[in-house]
C-alpha cells in the first residue's frame, strides 16, 4: 500500500503542477471570473482534459493487487482494476464550475473511464459516479466572484473526502473484486486525492489573493485619480480637459498608454506610442476596437497589435481596451488604454479600466451640467445686456410715458408687457425647460416693446400648431427673434417680416424663425453656431450658447439648421418631441407659472 500511496502523490502532484501553470495563463484566470454559457463551456473543456489525462496516468493493478508500472495507460486489461486522480479533477470542475461544469466534465471522466475497460465490461458504473460526483460538487459553487472568493482549502479538503468515498462505495458495490480492491485502494486514494484538491484550491486562493491585494492598490489609486480629475472636467469634454486627465491616469495606474475621445475624434492620447497615436486623429484612423466599443456600446478587448490595428510596424502597444464612457444609456466619448505586454491585461485591470470609465462619465455629465448652468447664466445676462440695457431699459420708459399723454390704456398695457418680459427673465434663468406658452409670452413682451418704439418696422407672426404645454429651452425663441431684429434687415426701415413657425414635424418638435432680409456672410455660415466669429454683424456667440445648450439637454439628436439666401434666412431648432412632454407637478409644489410678484 504504501507503494501505491507514494504512486498516486506523484499523480496527484503532476496534476497540481499542471493547475499552477494554467492558473498563470490569462485566458484561464478570466474565466474563473466569468460565469457565462460561453465560459462554462471552456471551463468544462479544460477539466475535462484534466480529467482524461488523470485517466491516463491511472496506476492499473492486477487481480492479485501487483502494481503494473505502465507509463501512460491506454487501455485496461481485462480482469485488472487501476487507481487514478479522476475525482480530483471531477470534483474541483464542480466547486469553480458549478454543477454543469461538474456534471459534464464528470460524465467525459466516465466514459472515457469506460471506454479505456471496453464498453462491454461491467466499468459502465464509473460514467453514473463521476456524473453525479460532478453535479453534487457543483451545488457548493459560489456564483459571486466579484470580491474574488474561492472555496477554502480546508472545505475542499472535506469535500473531496466525501466524493471519493462516494467513488469507493460504487467500485464496493459494482466491481468484481470489490472488497479486496477497496481495501487496498481506498484509503490512498482518499486521503491523497483529497490533499490534492485541497492543494488545487489552495493555488486558486492565493491567485484571488493576489487578485485582491492588486485591486486594493489600483483602487485607492483610482480614488486619488478620481479627486484629480473631477476639476479637469468643469467644462465638460474639451481637449485640454482631456489632454490632462489622460496624462493623470497614467501617473495613478499601470497602463502603458491612455487615450481619450468624443466619438468623433481622438481628443488626447499620452504615453507609449504617443509619437503616431497622436489627438486629434480624425474618425476614420480611429482602430476598429474602439469604433466597435462606441457601436455596440460595450467595452472591447484586444490581445495583440493585429486587433489593436496600429499600421506603424515600430508600435510598442500589444493588448488594449476601448470602454465606452456611457450615463443612462447615453455615450459620451470613449476611454482607450493599453499595454505593452498583453500578460498585463488581467480581469482586475479589465475592472479598474471599466470604473474609470463609469467615474469619468459621471464627472462629464457633472462638468456638462455646470457647463449648462454657465451657458444659461450666460444667456440670460447677455439677454439683459441686450435687451434690458440701459438704453432698452430707458427707451420702454420713455416710451409708455409719452402714450400714456395720450393713450392711458396702452401705456397701461405696456407696463404689464415689460413686468412680463422681466417675469419671463428672472424664471428662465433658473430652469432648463420651460413651457412653450411661457417662452411665447416673454418674446411677445419684447416685440410688444419692440414695435411700440419701432412703429411699422417689423411684420411679426407668430404660427403654431402644437401644445403651448410643451417644454423647450427658455430663451430658445427670444435668440432666434433677437438674432433677426438686430442683424437680418441692416438699415432697412419697413417691410421686414418676421414668421415663428412652432410645429411638430416627425419626431422633432421644431422652431422656425425666418426672415426676409439680408441673408447670412456664406464666410462664416458654416462656423454659425459651433463657434465665435468675427464678423461687423456681430460674434454669433447668442446661437453658439444656443447650441451648446441644445446638445447638453438632448444630446446629439438636437439639431440647429440654417438655410440663407439673398432673400432671407430660416434658423430651425430641431428637439426630440419625447423629451418635450409636460411633466405632472408633485402634490402640493408650485409650479414656475405663479402669478405672484
Not at 502532484?13 to 498563470?24: D, E, M, R, S
Not at 459516479?129 to 460538487?137: A, F, R, W
Not at 489552495?202 to 478620481?226: N, P
Not at 459651433?530 to 445648450?549: V, Y
Amino acid at each position: 500500500m504504501g507503494e501505491l500511496a507514494f504512486l498516486t502523490a506523484e499523480r496527484v502532484g503532476l496534476i497540481v503542477l499542471l493547475a499552477f501553470i494554467l492558473v498563470n495563463i490569462r485566458p484561464f484566470r478570466k474565466l474563473l471570473l466569468e460565469s457565462t454559457p460561453a465560459d462554462r463551456f471552456k471551463l468544462t473543456l479544460i477539466f475535462s482534459a484534466f480529467a482524461i489525462i488523470s485517466n491516463m496516468l491511472g496506476i492499473q493493478i492486477d487481480p492479485n493487487n501487483h502494481i503494473m508500472r505502465e507509463t501512460i495507460l491506454w487501455h485496461v486489461i481485462p480482469g485488472y482494476s487501476v487507481v487514478n486522480v479522476r475525482i480530483l479533477a471531477v470534483t474541483v470542475a464542480g466547486i469553480v464550475g458549478g454543477p454543469s461544469v461538474g456534471g459534464i466534465t464528470g460524465l467525459v471522466a466516465g466514459a472515457h473511464r469506460t471506454m479505456m475497460e471496453g464498453w462491454a465490461s461491467d466499468a459502465w458504473f464509473y460514467i453514473i459516479s463521476s456524473t453525479l460526483i460532478g453535479v453534487l460538487s457543483g451545488m457548493l459553487y459560489r456564483k459571486d466572484r466579484r470580491h474574488f472568493v474561492v472555496m477554502p482549502p480546508w472545505q475542499g479538503f472535506l469535500i473531496s473526502l466525501i466524493m471519493e468515498s462516494i467513488q469507493m462505495v460504487f467500485v464496493f458495490l459494482f466491481s468484481p473484486t470489490h472488497l479486496k480492491l477497496v481495501s487496498f485502494i481506498a484509503l490512498p486514494m482518499i486521503v491523497i486525492s483529497s490533499v490534492g484538491t485541497a492543494f488545487f484550491l489552495m493555488i486558486l486562493s492565493l491567485y484571488f489573493r493576489q487578485e485582491v491585494d492588486t485591486r486594493a492598490v489600483q483602487t485607492r489609486s483610482v480614488m486619488k485619480l478620481a479627486v484629480r480629475t473631477l476639476p479637469a472636467f468643469r467644462h465638460g469634454l474639451q481637449p485640454e480637459s482631456a489632454k490632462q486627465v489622460a496624462r493623470l491616469i497614467l501617473a495613478y495606474t499601470d497602463f502603458d498608454a491612455v487615450g481619450i475621445g468624443n466619438g468623433e475624434k481622438t481628443l488626447a492620447f499620452a504615453g507609449a506610442g504617443s509619437d503616431h497615436h497622436r489627438q486629434d486623429m480624425p474618425k476614420d484612423n480611429v482602430p476598429n476596437f474602439v469604433k466597435r466599443a462606441l457601436r455596440e456600446k460595450q467595452t472591447q478587448l484586444v490581445y495583440n497589435a493585429d486587433q489593436i490595428g496600429c499600421q506603424n510596424l515600430r508600435c510598442p502597444l500589444q493588448a488594449g481596451m476601448a470602454i465606452p464612457m456611457m450615463l443612462g444609456g447615453r455615450v459620451l466619448g470613449v476611454l482607450t488604454l493599453y499595454f505593452t505586454e498583453n500578460w498585463k491585461l488581467t480581469p482586475v485591470e479589465i475592472q479598474t479600466g471599466e470604473g474609470l470609465g463609469e467615474i469619468l462619465a459621471t464627472q462629464i455629465v457633472l462638468g456638462e451640467k455646470e457647463r449648462q448652468a454657465g451657458l444659461l447664466r450666460d444667456a440670460e445676462l447677455k439677454s439683459l445686456q441686450a435687451q434690458i440695457s440701459p438704453h432698452f431699459f430707458f427707451n420702454s420708459i420713455n416710451t409708455i410715458i409719452a402714450i400714456s399723454r395720450f393713450d392711458s390704456e396702452k401705456a397701461r398695457f405696456l407696463l404689464r408687457e415689460l413686468s412680463t418680459f422681466f417675469r419671463s427673465n428672472l424664471l428662465g434663468a433658473n430652469q432648463s425647460k420651460i413651457p412653450l406658452r411661457q417662452e411665447e409670452a416673454h418674446v411677445k413682451a419684447y416685440l410688444n416693446l419692440e414695435q411700440t418704439r419701432f412703429p411699422d418696422k417689423y411684420d411679426v407672426e407668430f404660427f403654431s400648431s402644437v401644445d403651448d404645454q410643451v417644454l423647450v429651452p427658455p430663451f430658445a425663441i427670444q435668440v432666434l427673434v433677437e438674432n433677426a431684429i438686430h442683424h437680418a434687415f441692416g438699415n432697412r426701415k419697413t417691410g421686414n417680416i418676421i414668421n415663428i413657425w412652432i410645429t411638430r414635424s416627425g419626431r422633432y418638435l421644431e422652431i422656425r424663425v425666418t426672415d426676409n432680409g439680408e441673408g447670412i456672410d456664406p464666410n462664416v455660415i458654416d462656423k454659425l453656431g459651433k463657434e465665435k466669429i468675427n464678423s461687423k454683424h456681430g460674434s454669433g456667440t447668442a446661437l453658439q450658447n444656443l447650441n451648446a445648450r441644445l446638445k447638453g439637454l438632448y444630446g446629439d439628436s438636437a439639431k440647429v439648421q440654417i438655410v440663407t439666401g439673398k432673400t432671407g434666412t430660416s434658423i430651425s431648432l430641431l428637439i426630440p418631441y419625447a423629451q418635450t412632454e409636460q411633466k405632472p407637478n408633485l402634490k402640493g409644489v408650485a409650479t414656475d407659472e405663479s402669478t405672484d410678484c
